[in-house]
């Protein structure tokens, strides 16, 4: 029966290496990207997939090969105990040390393109979004360009932004921990109260794709999520245009009810 239960076991990175396989020949491991810098993200994906999946491979045909030559049924010699080998166990540690080493610098190019400011476009901000149970607030420069001036246009879970243009996002919580995340572009960003954390990117083709909250914040969490929309400049323009003029309107009917 052991025998049985160990070409069981067998199957475990069998069929882990084929879902990999199947997956990857197939791209149904991610989204279709669709920002400029995502190969980058995606190519560290598969590197470290690719890398831990041979360890892996490794330890499961390891154990398969313990439990089929010492099984109990074959081997009925008294248990021996041993204390263990210093020099493996060096190197078993300094074997994954250097092996994190090395990702740690590998994904250096990574992690500057995304991440480090001096990599951040010199524009001003395009959107300020902030994170709040359980919803996207979204507030755009009006004519003027700068945020945070009576002019702003606000939006609630319904990102517009232009295609084929550098994008400048200036995040924000006002309570908890959230966590921004575009899926089509590689970006996830955790967002922290009182702290203003900048996210740039590039979209390279149009479409509505995904924005959800990756960090649990809460029994609404499930519900954390809208819309991105990319478009052309024209059709971006229009919507701004659109939005501050339906805020317009709002704003007017509201004086108008006060001095009644």
């Not at 246009?153 to 400048?168: F, R, S, T, W």
């Not at 995040?171 to 908890?176: A, E, I, R």
Request: with cysteine.
């Amino acid at each position: 029966m052991g025998k049985f239960w160990s070409l069981l076991f067998l199957l475990v990175p069998i069929l882990g290496v084929y879902c990999f396989v199947y997956g990857w020949l197939y791209n149904i491991w991610l989204p279709e990207d669709v920002s400029v810098h995502g190969h980058t993200i995606d190519k560290l994906f598969f590197f470290i997939t690719g890398l831990t999946g041979i360890v892996f491979i490794g330890t499961e045909v390891a154990l398969f090969w313990f439990m089929w030559k010492y099984d109990r049924a074959s081997n009925t010699a008294p248990v021996k105990f041993t204390h263990g080998s210093h020099s493996l166990e060096v190197v078993w540690t300094i074997v994954p040390a250097a092996t994190l080493l090395f990702i740690s610098i590998y994904q250096l190019n990574a992690w500057a393109e995304v991440k480090l400011e001096s990599h951040m476009p010199k524009i001003p901000p395009t959107v300020q979004v902030t994170a709040r149970q359980f919803e996207w607030r979204l507030q755009y420069p009006g004519k003027d360009n700068v945020i945070g001036t009576s002019d702003d246009i606000y939006a609630v879970n319904d990102l517009h932004l232009p295609v084929n243009e550098e994008i400048l996002v200036e995040l924000k919580s006002m309570d908890v921990l959230h966590s921004f995340f575009l899926p089509n572009f590689r970006i996830k960003q955790d967002a922290v109260p009182g702290m203003r954390i900048p996210i740039w990117f590039r979209a390279t083709k149009e479409g509505v794709y995904d924005l959800v909250c990756a960090e649990l914040c809460g029994w609404g969490h499930y519900k954390m999520k809208g819309q991105l929309t990319i478009e052309s400049r024209n059709k971006y323009d229009e919507w701004l245009n659109k939005m501050y003029e339906k805020q317009e309107a709002t704003h007017d009917t509201q004086s108008v009810a006060s001095t009644e």
